[in-house]
T-cell receptor
Framework: AQRVTQPEKLLSVFKGAPVELKCNYSYSGSPELFWYVQYSRQRLQLLLRHISRESIKGFTADLNKGETSFHLKKPFAQEEDSAMYYCALSPIYNQGGKLIFGQGTELSVKP | GAVVSQHPSRVICKSGTSVKIECRSLDFQATTMFWYRQFPKQSLMLMATSNEGSKATYEQGVEKDKFLINHASLTLSTLTVTSAHPEDSSFYIC???????????FGPGTRLTVT
C-alpha cells in the first residue's frame, strides 16, 4: 500500500534552533517525494522535490531509500518558517502527477 | 507563476440540494486537475483525478455519483456535490498540473457547509 506518515502533528522550536520534520513512506517502487508548505491563510505550494536536490529557503531533504524516509531539515529556523508542512509521494509510474499526502506537521517557530 | 482559482470560496447549502464548485487555471492549460477533501487539522485526501475530455478517475471509497466531476476544458474543472448531507461539509481543494507534471498548483479551497 502507498502511504506517507508524518509522526509529528506539531513541532515547536525556538528561532535559530535546528528543525527536522520527519516523513516516512511506504511504496514498493521508486517514488518521487515532495514537501509542500501551507503558510497561514495561503494555499498549498511546492517547497521542494527530491529529484532536484535543491535547498529552498534553507530547507533540504534527502531521500533515504533504505529507511524509506524523506525528512525535511533546516539548520536555523526562522519565525517566518511557521506553517503546515506536508510530505507527499507520487508513484513513479504515474506521469499524471497523482500525490499521496502525509497528515501534515505544524511547525511553530517561537521568537 | 501558475495560478489556480476556485469559486465560490465558501458556500452554505441545505441538506438534499446540490452545489457546484469551479476550479480554473488562470494562466496555463491544465492537462490534469485533482480534487481533494481536507478535514480540519488533517491531511488532504485525494478524491479524484480528471483529464480534459475524459471521465474522472475516482479514488477508492469516493462515490462518483455523489461527487460529479466535469473537466470540460483545459482551464476548467467542476465538482458537483449532489444531494448534499451534513457529513459532506468539508474543505474542498483543487489542483492542476501543466507541462511540468510533477508540480501541482493548488487553489485556495472552498469551504462547504451543509445545514
Amino acid at each position: 500500500a502507498q502511504r506517507v506518515t508524518q509522526p509529528e502533528k506539531l513541532l515547536s522550536v525556538f528561532k535559530g534552533a535546528p528543525v527536522e520534520l520527519k516523513c516516512n513512506y511506504s511504496y514498493s517502487g521508486s517514488p518521487e517525494l515532495f514537501w509542500y508548505v501551507q503558510y497561514s491563510r495561503q494555499r498549498l505550494q511546492l517547497l521542494l522535490r527530491h529529484i532536484s536536490r535543491e535547498s529552498i529557503k534553507g530547507f533540504t531533504a534527502d531521500l533515504n531509500k533504505g529507511e524509506t524516509s524523506f525528512h525535511l531539515k533546516k539548520p536555523f529556523a526562522q519565525e517566518e518558517d511557521s506553517a503546515m508542512y506536508y510530505c507527499a509521494l507520487s508513484p513513479i509510474y504515474n506521469q499524471g502527477g497523482k500525490l499521496i499526502f502525509g497528515q501534515g506537521t505544524e511547525l511553530s517557530v517561537k521568537p | 507563476g501558475a495560478v489556480v482559482s476556485q469559486h465560490p470560496s465558501r458556500v452554505i447549502c441545505k441538506s438534499g440540494t446540490s452545489v457546484k464548485i469551479e476550479c480554473r487555471s488562470l494562466d496555463f492549460q491544465a492537462t490534469t486537475m485533482f480534487w481533494y477533501r481536507q478535514f480540519p487539522k488533517q491531511s488532504l485526501m485525494l478524491m479524484a483525478t480528471s483529464n480534459e475530455g475524459s471521465k474522472a478517475t475516482y479514488e477508492q471509497g469516493v462515490e462518483k455519483d455523489k461527487f460529479l466531476i466535469n473537466h470540460a476544458s483545459l482551464t476548467l474543472s467542476t465538482l458537483t456535490v449532489t444531494s448534499a448531507h451534513p457529513e459532506d461539509s468539508s474543505f474542498y481543494i483543487c489542483s492542476a498540473t501543466g507541462t511540468s507534471y510533477y508540480e501541482q498548483y493548488f487553489g485556495p479551497g472552498t469551504r462547504l457547509t451543509v445545514t
